[in-house]
């Protein structure tokens, strides 16, 4: 998965969101993690997804930069050992969840057999 906005709160708890494609359960999603579990903001089941393949994540951040009320987020993951799958979800939090970056964002696994093989950030100008 890749994660983004990673923050540490005042009570020492860190806090960040995760687009993230979970081979075991079929599914991808986009989460919160409040300090203590994942909670869903979006999740849809996606077919067919091997461990052995390959995949391109691809997760978006958009700020409202007119009202400043809400953060857009736009996650995809597209097969490329099977370019059938291709899958995009579409989702916003309140500003007030987003807060200050901290700067770190970085990828994410929670199993033991993860590769990945390339890794870049693009900020808007």
């Known amino acids: 998965g890749i994660l983004v906005n990673y923050q540490t709160t005042i009570g020492g708890l860190s806090t960040d969101f995760l687009g993230q494609l979970d081979i075991q359960a079929s ?53 490329i050992t099977d370019p059938s799958i291709s899958v995009q979800i579409n989702t916003s939090v309140s500003s007030n969840l987003w807060g200050t970056d901290s700067g770190l964002s970085g990828l994410y696994a929670n199993r033991s057999r993860s590769y990945f093989s390339f890794w870049r950030i693009d900020e808007a100008s």
């Open 27 to 79: 599914t991808f999603g986009v989460y919160f993690f409040n300090g203590v579990q994942l909670v869903q903001l979006s999740e849809v089941t996606v077919t067919d997804v091997r461990s052995s393949d390959w995949y391109r994540l691809t997760f978006q951040i958009v700020p409202d930069t007119i009202s400043q009320t809400s953060v857009a987020f736009q996650a995809s993951v597209e097969g």
